[in-house]
C-alpha cells in the first residue's frame, strides 16, 4: 500500500495527475455541450484543441525518446 501512495505523490510531483485531469475536464465540457445541443464557445474549442495537442504532441515525443518505458520500471 505504501508504494501506491509513493507512486501517487511522484505523479502528482510530475503534475501528470493534474494534466489529465484539466484535459478531461476542458475536453468533458465541449463534449457536454455538444452532446446538450448547445453551442461550444470558439475559445473553449480553442483552447481544447490546444490542450490536446499538447497532450498528445508531449506523448509522441516521449515515446519517440524513450521515456516513457524508463519511467515505468
Known amino acids: 500500500m505504501h508504494d501506491f501512495w509513493m507512486k501517487t505523490l511522484e505523479l502528482f510531483e510530475r503534475?501528470?495527475?493534474?494534466?489529465?485531469?484539466?484535459?478531461?475536464?476542458?475536453?468533458g465540457a465541449c463534449v457536454y455541450l455538444w452532446l446538450a445541443g448547445r453551442e461550444v464557445p470558439p475559445e473553449l474549442g480553442q483552447f481544447a484543441g490546444l490542450i490536446l495537442g499538447f497532450w498528445f504532441g508531449t506523448k509522441v515525443q516521449q515515446a519517440a525518446t524513450g521515456t516513457i518505458a524508463r519511467n515505468i520500471k
Open 15 to 27: 503534475s501528470i495527475i493534474i494534466q489529465a485531469l484539466l484535459t478531461t475536464m476542458i475536453l
